[in-house]
T-cell receptor
Framework: NAGVMQNPRHLVRRRGQEARLRCSPMKGHSHVYWYRQLPEEGLKFMVYLQKENIIDESGMPKERFSAEFPKEGPSILRIQQVVRGDSAAYFC????????????FGEGSWLTVV | GQQLNQSPQSMFIQEGEDVSMNCTSSSIFNTWLWYKQDPGEGPVLLIALYKAGELTSNGRLTAQFGITRKDSFLNISASIPSDVGIYFCAGQSGAGSYQLTFGKGTKLSVIP
């Protein structure tokens, strides 16, 4: 669990600002996943990326949300023009291959929109 | 989309008691996973189940993959205070499938 590094751990943004969440996968892992957890809910899949490619973004809201995993550097989840409903915990996970049982989650980034 | 119904939503138990929670689904899953999440932390994998009928233990935890592949349960024996947290089930629908579908969690409180 500790191997997937997320930052910031806590982020406060005013409505209309941008939020950028970063994720460094575990060493040797090239598959990155982002999940969102609303209060009192389970995690919901957002997007799956490999280096320089978005493989599946079926869980991402169509507007304001984007994700990337560049050749160098961490994966970034970007939320533009945040609204109160974006307040949630955003979890990054990584795996060495495509297999749910080897997915390891980071400690999360808690976004609060005021 | 696929949904998992997890119950109970919350439990208050005395230290030393056994605990049981379960997940059911309207669709078939090929893998069932159980996670624990502590406040302010990410989920940590407890047990993974890969075959219908499989019963797997991890210390005081035991989980089973239902025969119909539409349900799973998790038992915790002789609970201790550090068992407090939220337990999530998650299903994975097929080989090579990367998406996990999570239940809403069971919040466990242990009274010393």
């Amino acid at each position: 669990n500790a191997g997937v590094m997320q930052n910031p751990r806590h982020l406060v943004r005013r409505r209309g600002q941008e939020a950028r969440l970063r994720c460094s996968p575990m060493k040797g892992h090239s598959h990155v996943y982002w999940y969102r957890q609303l209060p009192e809910e389970g995690l919901k899949f957002m997007v799956y990326l490999q280096k320089e490619n978005i493989i599946d973004e079926s869980g991402m809201p169509k507007e304001r949300f984007s994700a990337e995993f560049p050749k160098e550097g961490p994966s970034i989840l970007r939320i533009q023009q945040v609204v109160r409903g974006d307040s949630a915990a955003y979890f990054c996970a990584s795996s060495r291959d495509i297999s749910g049982n080897t997915i390891y989650f980071g400690e999360g980034s808690w976004l609060t929109v005021v | 989309g696929q949904q998992l119904n997890q119950s109970p939503q919350s439990m208050f138990i005395q230290e030393g008691e056994d605990v049981s929670m379960n997940c059911t689904s309207s669709s078939i899953f090929n893998t069932w996973l159980w996670y624990k999440q502590d406040p302010g932390e990410g989920p940590v994998l407890l047990i993974a189940l890969y075959k219908a009928g499989e019963l797997t233990s991890n210390g005081r935890l035991t989980a089973q993959f239902g025969i119909t592949r539409k349900d799973s349960f998790l038992n915790i024996s002789a609970s201790i205070p550090s068992d407090v947290g939220i337990y999530f089930c998650a299903g994975q629908s097929g080989a090579g499938s990367y998406q996990l579908t999570f239940g809403k969690g069971t919040k466990l409180s242990v009274i010393p």
